[in-house]
């Protein structure tokens, strides 16, 4: 890569080789500007290829691995010029792949699912002194937070859990995009090291350190995103990740580094209730993450309760 990289180089104006030193040396955890490079003659190996392959991941191969991120005037066709488009590594991510992950051996006993009680996304925080204890289920989903959320002018909710209690508030997305982590010397979006809590089992603290940059959410044409920023897995279920027609559970590993689809607007559309095998019906808007830990069929966790640090984004339903 060596000879490709420097006559790239020298394409760059001074400015834009800062703005790739500085992307470098952060690892993305400051958000650097777009790093233009003229469009030449169709080459064997793209900008953005050449550079993603240099300081991110040596095994990529072809253009159409990568995803760039909400943040990218490139992604958007934003430059205003089709003679140039953007080269930053950290302006990508790659396309996770849409399969289950390997199963680790037959899982341990089931725990019986507790009674249809109130929702995840309801009820008093941990914070707020009476921790609302969920079910290991979800009834249908809650029309009154859909007119409180287009209400609100926002387009998702975001709770995070611990186990099974809720810690702090929903917190309200009004911008496209939305970045959740843990705790950064700076950064902006839904800290989770802001939000307290009593008494944190050891298991829970462990995760915790593990969410670091966390992740990025964002609405994008057609459905939502999330990119993994953390340098650990974060796995996913929502009703539009398996196979049309599926009522069961599908959770999805996503490594550091990439980007899946999360919710598909048009397929949800004529989703009637998701079932997840144990748990009951779940309101077929909302998505569940977990940080470092998976759960389903695959791991000992049948359930995303059991998981250390989850989050669970409530979507608005488009009008």
Known sequence: LKPAAHALFKKLRDEELELLVQAVESRGACESGCIWVPRGPKQTLPPQVLLCRLYRWPDLR?????KPLCYCAGGRGGCGDVAALCCNPHHFSRLAPLRA???RGPPRARCPPAP?????????TAAGGSARQPPLCSPPPDTSLSRSTVRDGCWCKLAYWEHRTRVGRLYAVHEASVNVFCELPRGSGFCLGQLPAAHRSRAVRRARGK?????????????????????HPIFVSSPTLGPPGARELA???VLPGYSVKVFDYERAGGAGSWRLPGEGPC?????????????GPCYSRQFITSCPCWLEVLLNRPR
């Open 62 to 66: 072809q253009p159409h691995e990568l």
């Open 101 to 103: 992950p390997e199963g």
């Open 116 to 124: 249809l009680a109130a929702r995840p996304g309801h009820g008093h």
């Open 283 to 295: 309101d077929p808007h909302s998505v569940r993450i977990s940080f470092a830990k998976g759960w």
């Open 251 to 253: 959770v999805l590993k």
């Open 211 to 231: 969410i670091g940059r966390g992740l990025l959410l964002s609405r994008e044409p057609g459905g939502v995103w999330a990119y993994n920023r953390s340098e």
